[in-house]
């Protein structure tokens, strides 16, 4: 049977629940490399929405609240069994403040689960088009090496990059990686626990930057094991037309024709801020001060520039 629910993995860095409407999904395993569901009992189904639960299980306030009381494992990994998250403070709108701010918490959920859905449509475009067009693959390392060879002494259009700053030895071991465009720039993100430096920043044309962080973005998504930036480098396979430029940058041009945007990252791009608007709704449903909320944010080990956003809300 169908059944709407929460579902979340046992072990994970950060909170990571996802709301399942329809019922579709099922488990296999178990222990800490398991997951499970979460069902709302039926008296409070009308009080306690599952995108209202789910905003505030995801949210910092909670998550910073279960690592109170959790297990830590290696690598900065948590449990977030039932045994952990049973104990976890679920605020009941009660007053006319408290149930505004609940609706807009649902109506900012619902707009993430849109951005999320453009995302993986776009992507889903990149693939299909990388597959008809990109028949030669070259790896992002291969791709710097040719930028390093040729800065100075190819003509640009010859090149994927116009600067490239790479911020970490390929050796050091990072918990997980994220990926931002901003400012002409695709950076490379490394996490250690909660925080995240930078590591590779590449600076170049929109569409061959959109190209390459979809390429990242396939890699990161996959099983295969990724720890260092060297093995971003040596595992991220780019396909290119003919190891052109130019001509591969048909391939985001055909991709954004057929979505009609723009920006291919811009929806991820959105849902950081919308997801940082989320943050700082689920505060003030709780009733916590800036001062409060900063600790907060600062004991996850928040970038400065999340903690001020969420900040600027309050």
Do not use: C
Not at 35 to 51: A, F, N, S, T
Not at 77 to 92: E, H
Not at 186 to 199: A, F, K, S
Not at 236 to 246: A, K, R
Request: charge should be negative; glycine fraction near 8%; avoid cysteine.
């Amino acid at each position: 049977m169908s059944v709407p629910k929460i579902v979340t993995g046992v072990l994970s860095d950060q909170a990571r629940f996802s709301v399942d409407l329809k019922g579709d999904y099922y488990f296999v395993g178990g222990g800490n490399a398991g997951g499970y569901g979460i069902l709302i009992k039926e008296e409070y189904k009308d009080v306690v929405p599952l995108k209202f639960l789910v905003a505030l299980l995801n949210s910092s306030l909670l998550d910073w609240r279960l690592k109170q009381l959790s297990t830590e494992f290696e690598g900065g990994f948590y449990s977030y069994a039932r045994r952990f998250i049973k104990d976890l403070p679920i605020k009941l709108p009660s007053t006319d403040e408290e149930k505004a701010l609940a609706e807009e918490i649902e109506i900012t959920v619902d707009e993430i689960i849109d951005l999320l859905k453009k995302h993986y449509e776009v992507k889903a475009l990149w693939e299909e088009w990388s597959g008809k067009l990109g028949k030669r693959k070259l790896t992002l390392k291969k791709l710097i090496e040719t930028w390093e060879r040729g800065v100075g002494r190819l003509p640009q259009e010859r090149l994927f990059f116009t600067n490239i700053r790479t911020l970490s030895d390929e050796e050091t071991e990072y918990d997980g990686f994220e990926l931002e465009m901003r400012d002409g720039t695709l950076r490379l993100l490394g996490r250690e626990g909660d925080i995240l430096m930078p590591v590779l920043e590449l600076e170049g044309e929109e569409e061959l930057l959109e190209h390459v962080y979809f390429s990242v973005l396939s890699l990161l998504e996959s099983k295969r094991k990724v720890k260092t930036l060297g093995d971003i480098l040596s595992k991220t396979e780019v396909p290119t037309i003919d190891g052109d430029p130019l001509e591969t940058k048909r391939i985001i041009l055909k991709i954004k024709e057929d979505a009609n945007v723009k920006h291919l990252t811009s929806f991820m791009k959105l849902m950081k801020e919308k997801e940082i608007y989320l943050d700082a709704l689920v505060f003030k449903l709780y009733g916590l001060s800036k001062e409060e909320a900063r600790l907060v944010l600062e004991s996850l080990g928040k970038n400065q520039e999340y903690i001020e956003k969420v900040l600027d809300h309050l």
